[in-house]
């Protein structure tokens, strides 16, 4: 789990880990044990599906573009999907455990701009840019503590905020180059893609997680959810590419999310 990292690293991720795992419990012990009265006579289970866009990036240059082969590349992020099914289990009315099961798309961009190409939209035009991306798409396990600010409020919406880790498996990753392509006598470039392999990926990474959601009280309600997370561990194995070249960066991401709880199951 922890393999390509220094002694000092790996002390410093898991103090992290501990003291965050320590300030969830102690906050939630103590939420459980002033409201403990509240507890409804029928806790019941919310189960859902969620979607919505994820944009990531890494916190350093890697590869080729921390060389500056690239100068006219500026850092990106990468806009992707994630699709999965939320689950959210009430301890009181006031707090709650959340697990999530989420494909997630992740990683990185470098973007150029493409002087000799100009995009109509119907808003005008606007300018073409060349894209370099790194791919890294996950199954991701997110494991929160859930604050509910609206617990005693009669308002029909309820209003949580949380945080938590999320454990990542890398499914597959590779590299994307999106450019124009105007050769010839025709005033319309064509938009072109070549893809690479992505190698050196760890394999499993893990996050922090800081978010909120909005949602119905009603059983079937939609919901609204919103979060940043950042990498715990490095996001490639080796440290430096074989030419040299830098590939120690962590990833942040930010997402946003909708979706229906489904049903809710009696206790």
Known sequence: ??????????????NAMLKMLSFFLLLSLSIICKTQA???????????????????????????FEKGNYANFERYFRIAS?????????????FSWGAEVLYTGRGA????????????????AEK??????????????????NFNLSANSSNKTSFYIYG?????IALNSKTAYHSYDNKGS???????TESGELEGVRTFNISTVAGFEVTGKKEGSFFINGRISNSLLPVFQ???????????TGMWTATLGIGIYLRVSSK
């Open 109 to 124: 961009a470098y973007r150029q701009e493409n002087g000799s190409v100009v995009i109509i939209t119907n808003q005008g």
């Open 164 to 168: 938590g880790l999320a454990p990542a």
């Open 186 to 192: 025709s005033p319309i470039a064509n938009n072109t």
């Open 82 to 94: 994630l699709v999965g099914v939320i689950a959210k289990y009430p301890v009181v009315p006031s």
């Open 238 to 248: 080796q440290t430096t590419s074989p030419e040299g070249y830098n590939m120690k």
């Open 128 to 145: 073409a840019y060349n894209y370099f991306k790194f791919n890294i798409n996950y199954l991701e396990l997110p494991l929160t503590a």
């Open 38 to 64: 509240q507890v409804p006579p029928s806790t019941k289970l919310k189960i859902g599906f969620k979607t919505g866009l994820s944009l990531s990036s890494f916190t350093n240059d890697v590869s080729v």
């Open 1 to 14: 789990m922890f393999q390509h990292l220094s002694i000092t690293e790996t002390i410093q991720i898991c």
